[in-house]
């Protein structure tokens, strides 16, 4: 099947610096991606939707100068947690979508840990 | 708009005991079920899915049926492993790429 990599797979940073997570198709064209956080004990938050050669759709609540996304080519989508605060400590889960499979593909998931 | 309700956890069993995991779902469509699992410090893995009524996901003795007339996915397995610890998750898709999830549901088996 179909494999959606990530990295780096856990991130220990302080307060205030900026963090990139990676989000890699590695055997298929995403025109699209997604980027989920998820809590613990919690399910998984839509927080935005990663869009090839255009602009990211964020869901509602999700401060888009903060969680800056760019989806640089087919095969990677980018987050960038930018001046992280304790409180953005989470998982974030990025998915792409296998046209030809109908079905979506996760990455294995990023834990940050903001000090 | 589309959503999925899964039963709370979390739940409990002793190996080999039946597990029931209920779903059900909201959706002005036809949507496609799935069912992911997540292992402590792992991503999501597509556990089985559905996609249209009737049909029934099967994968690793887990099994849950399309039910259009109860709009419900529940997932069952005859005798859980210690193994199959882990937060089970509902979601739907609504062919648009977009899924929703449910709150997931933990399960822990004892020995």
């Known amino acids: 099947g179909a494999v959606v990599s990530q990295h780096p797979s856990r991130v220990i940073c302080k307060s205030g610096t900026s963090v990139k997570i990676e989000c890699r198709s590695l055997d298929f064209q995403a025109t699209t991606m997604f980027w989920y956080r998820q809590f613990p004990k919690q399910s998984l938050m839509l927080m935005a939707t990663?869009?090839?050669?255009?602009?990211?759709?964020?869901e509602q609540g999700v401060e888009k100068d903060k969680f800056l996304i760019n989806h640089a080519s087919l095969t990677l989508s980018t987050l960038t947690v930018t001046s992280a605060h304790p409180e953005d400590s989470s998982f974030y889960i990025c998915?792409?979508?296998?046209?030809?499979?109908?079905?979506?593909?996760f990455g294995p998931g990023t834990r940050l840990t903001v000090l | 708009g589309d959503s999925v309700t899964q039963m709370e956890g979390p739940v409990t069993l002793s190996e080999e005991a039946f597990l029931t995991i209920n779903c059900t779902y909201t959706a002005t469509g036809y949507p496609s079920l799935f069912w992911y699992v997540q292992y402590p410090g792992e991503g999501l893995q597509l556990l089985l899915k559905?996609?249209?009524?009737?049909d029934k996901g099967s994968n690793k003795g887990f099994e849950a049926t399309y039910r259009k007339e109860t709009t419900s996915f529940h997932l069952e397995k005859g005798s859980v492993q210690v193994s199959d610890s882990a937060v089970y998750f509902c979601?739907?898709?609504?062919?648009?790429?977009?899924?929703?999830f449910g709150t997931g549901t933990s399960l822990t088996v004892i020995p």
């Open positions: 559905a996609t249209k009524a009737d």
């Open positions: 990663s869009n090839e050669g255009s602009k990211a759709t964020y």
């Open positions: 979601a739907l898709s609504d062919h648009g790429n977009q899924f929703y």
């Open positions: 998915s792409a979508p296998e046209a030809g499979l109908g079905e979506q593909f």
